[in-house]
């Protein structure tokens, strides 16, 4: 036997009556009852008799019931609401009377939740998948109507409350009942519990009936929504979301269009923008004012809330990139001395490598514009994203027009900030606060002579200082790939831009040691020059992309390889270097 001390943790006594609508149940009413009976703290068993014409009355009286009868057949809701009047407990539980397997734990686990204050309703999910009434019509409504309702089983049948709750609620007349008493008691913010009483046998409706049952579900829900303005909220709010989405989204192309988009004139872009933001503010004036009607309309609490974020949360989200695109323009915009506006928008520059390279994906820039550090007039400090780019390291030169500048890495937190001297500054024409993108560093700095370090790669202590002279490309264009090795020995790899009719110096200690053309070092061609005792060979080992410019013969060396460590003397005839075309 179950007692009241087992079954709540309440000091203060509750009365427990259990509520049967039975219609036409003579076979089973009596088992119910009696199961039922087995728990010590229920009050009374009422058995709610909707017009049967079996033997369902006696039945029940004589397992034990209070019987109620209803002349003509009612509906489940009728014979429901007929109990609640008829009882005084404070709590008051429902259960069907065509339950074949139901077990005093199983009613139990329904009405204990509401006795330990854990919920003002209880309703009850079974150990079986969902009927087709579910699955076919109460759940797509609900989650059109009602997406904050979210029960796996919105059509239980079982289910409990607090009397005082119970009577606030509208009962309907039939098979509706069970799914009004949810939304009712969620859009008033009651707290409800769906709990698991496992597996239940009961007579299986016929068609016809699951097609009446159906069709009072579907009634119950739309006279729901009408009655909390959802279908409203559907039809002209939805209707000012969209166009309120349809404004802000054209706001954004224009501005789109405006900064992105060269062909298209900006005329255009300006036009569309205008549109936008005239339907904008048309549409969203009217949706604030209709929210805040319809919110007005609703009882107040989590769940009607919850249900408007979700309806205006695609709003929300168009609202928001609007804002985020339009403080990304502000921060690209300038003021000018004579009050001259100037708004350059800029994006991150996203970088997919090819074979060949270490990095896989990468993203660079933007880059803003800062003047100098005090007393550091002949440094650059540039962010590492914009020196890969421009494919230098730090510690090289690069010099803009007659001034050279040190190439440095930035201050913490300071890692797309490009602070440049005011000569470099000027040179570049280009100011403080101006943004550049990554795609546009090689352009700004274009035809700069830079003179790189190369680094070995697999030599730790490195006796060999080489250095490469070239120019900045206005961007990346193809290039010549080769390796560098010296006595046989593989140094590093590098890239250049060669050109037909140009002859290139190599030199060694800052003096000519030989040179070549383009087509000594293509398709997988090598040449080498011997220093002394030494040899110094370039090897061609494909091609690839680059900013680098190499140094033609009228310019100076391209190479040169620093080898006065060795204290070699040089020896400078064009007779020291061979070209090995083996492929």
Do not use: C
Not at 17 to 28: G, H, K, L, T, W
Not at 115 to 125: F, V
Not at 210 to 219: D, G, I, W
Not at 364 to 373: C, E, H, K, N
């Amino acid at each position: 036997m179950f007692n009241k001390s087992k079954s709540s943790n309440s000091s203060k006594y509750q009365k427990v009556d259990i509520v049967i609508p039975a219609f036409n149940e003579e076979e089973s009413v009596a088992s119910v009852v009696s199961v039922i009976k087995q728990l010590d703290y229920i009050n009374n068993i009422i058995v709610v008799n909707d017009g049967s014409t079996d033997n369902t009355h006696n039945e029940a009286k004589n397992a034990g019931a209070v019987v109620i009868d209803h002349l003509v057949n009612k509906g489940k809701g009728a014979a429901i609401k007929t109990g609640v009047d008829s009882s005084n407990a404070d709590i008051i539980a429902f259960i069907d009377a065509d339950i074949k397997n139901l077990t005093p734990e199983k009613v139990d686990i329904i009405i204990k939740p509401i006795l330990e204050g854990k919920a003002d309703i209880t309703k009850t999910k079974f150990a079986r998948e969902s009927g087709r009434v579910t699955e076919l019509t109460a759940k797509p409504l609900l989650k059109f109507f009602f997406p904050e309702v979210n029960y796996e089983q919105p059509l239980s049948g079982q289910f409990a409350g607090k009397r005082s709750i119970l009577k606030k609620l509208n009962f309907e007349s039939d098979y509706g009942v069970d799914v009004g008493i949810v939304l009712d008691a969620d859009v008033r913010g009651i707290k409800i519990l769906e709990v698991d009483i496992g597996d239940i046998e009961h007579d299986m409706s016929p068609l016809s009936d699951l097609h009446q049952m159906a069709n009072e579900v579907v009634r119950t829900i739309i006279s729901r929504a009408v009655n909390y303005g959802r279908l409203t909220m559907i039809d002209s709010l939805g209707n000012y979301i969209r166009m309120s989405i349809l404004g802000l989204s054209l706001i954004i192309l224009g501005l789109f269009l405006v900064f992105f988009v060269q062909p298209v004139p900006f005329q255009l872009g300006i036009l569309i923008g205008i549109i936008g933001i005239i339907i904008s503010i048309v549409y969203l004036i009217k949706l604030i004012f209709k929210s805040i009607v319809m919110f007005r309309k609703s009882p107040a609490n989590k769940n009607v809330l919850k249900s408007f974020i979700k309806m205006h949360f695609p709003i929300i989200i168009v609202f928001f990139l609007l804002i985020l695109m339009i403080s990304t323009f502000m921060s690209a915009t300038t003021i000018g001395d004579n009050g001259q506006i100037s708004i350059e928008a800029t994006s991150r520059n996203l970088v997919i490598f090819g074979q060949g390279s270490n990095d896989h994906i990468a993203v660079r820039g933007p880059y803003t514009v800062d003047s100098a550090i005090e007393n550091e007039s002949n440094i650059i400090r540039m962010p590492f994203s914009a020196m890969q780019t421009l494919q230098m390291i730090y510690g090289d030169t690069i010099t803009l027009g007659e001034e050279s500048y040190t190439i440095n890495q930035t201050r913490p937190g300071e890692d797309n900030i490009l602070r440049l001297p005011s000569s470099a500054r000027s040179y570049l024409g280009i100011r403080s606060g101006n943004v550049i993108s990554n795609s546009r560093i090689s352009n700004v700095f274009y035809k700069a002579y830079v003179k790189h370090t190369v680094r070995a790669s697999n030599i730790s202590d490195l006796n060999y200082n080489i250095t490469e002279n070239y120019n900045i490309s206005y961007n990346s264009v193809n290039a010549t790939e080769f390796d560098i090795y010296i006595d046989n020995q593989y140094i590093t790899s590098s890239s250049a831009v060669l050109f037909d009719n140009n002859t290139y110096y190599i030199n060694v200690n800052d003096e000519y040691l030989g040179s070549f053309v383009k087509d000594n070092l293509s398709d997988n061609k090598s040449i080498d020059w011997n220093y002394s005792n030494h040899n110094i060979k370039l090897i061609n080992k494909g091609y690839t992309s680059s900013v680098r410019n190499a140094f033609d013969s009228n310019r100076g060396p391209f190479l040169n390889f620093d080898l006065s460590t060795l204290n070699n003397s040089v020896n400078t005839t064009d007779e020291n270097y061979s070209v090995d075309t083996q492929q």
